[in-house]
């Protein structure tokens, strides 16, 4: 099954960094690209990025370049993603999701979202 | 870069009743890379359709996609109360997944 289990809230500081990890148990983790989508409160979905766990390449949106990186650990099915210098419009509940890529590509399953808010 | 829009922003429905959400693309896209997911508060947000019209495993055939190039449509025929929520349309092209903004199914 293609669970994705995510670390807990964060608090931070503005110009912190913080670092969300999405354990994935229960599937061949290197078989599938993990994305990263963020919502701030009452916003819509925004993607960030996607890394290959097989080969670590990844791919960022414009707006984050720069800002965040992802990474994995392979031998505990774990990815992860930070983001530097934290502001305030980064207070959202970002999500880990697993991408299929076939014919089609999307989003099968997600993580149950890590809330991270930056607050001074 | 594509953008997507879609409308209405709001559509407020009775149980029962059939809602019709459009996504527009801001020039063509392929088919196979729009696709739909439904998002209720607190919870992470679900798939419902890929390819445009294929339904995600599990879910009802209440649940209708359709549509080609620019102009894509959701359909719920016979909304459940289960079924009040955000759905977004997305699409892929050039490595990067772009959202629609989103419209929000109420009472």
């Known amino acids: 099954q293609g669970q994705l289990v995510q670390s807990g809230a964060e608090v931070r500081k503005p110009g912190a960094s913080v670092k969300v990890s999405c354990w994935a148990p229960?599937?061949?983790?290197?078989?599938?690209?993990i994305n990263w989508v963020r919502q701030a409160a009452g916003q819509g979905l925004e993607w960030m990025g996607w890394?290959?766990?097989?080969?670590?390449?990844?791919g960022y949106a414009q707006k984050f370049q720069g800002r965040v990186t992802m990474t994995r650990d392979i031998s505990s099915s774990t990815a992860y993603m930070e983001l530097i210098s934290l502001r305030s419009e980064d207070t959202a509940v970002y999500y880990c999701?697993?991408?299929?890529?076939?014919?089609?590509?999307?989003?099968?399953?997600w993580g149950q979202g890590t809330l991270v808010s930056v607050s001074s | 870069d594509i953008v997507l829009t879609q409308s209405p922003d709001t559509l407020s429905l009775s149980p029962g009743a059939r809602a019709t959400l459009s996504c527009r693309a801001s020039q063509s896209v392929s088919s196979n890379s729009l696709d739909w997911y439904q998002h209720k508060p607190g919870q992470a947000p679900s798939l419902l359709i890929y390819?445009?019209?294929t339904r995600a495993a599990g879910i009802p055939d209440r649940f209708i996609g359709s549509g080609s190039g620019t102009d894509f449509t959701l359909t719920i025929s016979g909304l459940e109360p289960e079924d009040f929520a955000v759905y977004y349309c997305?699409?892929?092209?050039?490595?990067?997944?772009?959202f629609g903004p989103g419209t929000k199914v109420e009472i």
């Open positions: 390819g445009a019209s």
């Open positions: 997305q699409q892929y092209s050039d490595s990067r997944f772009i």
């Open positions: 229960g599937y061949t983790f290197l078989n599938f690209d």
């Open positions: 999701t697993r991408a299929v890529a076939r014919k089609s590509r999307y989003f099968d399953f």
């Open positions: 890394m290959n766990p097989s080969s670590g390449n990844t």
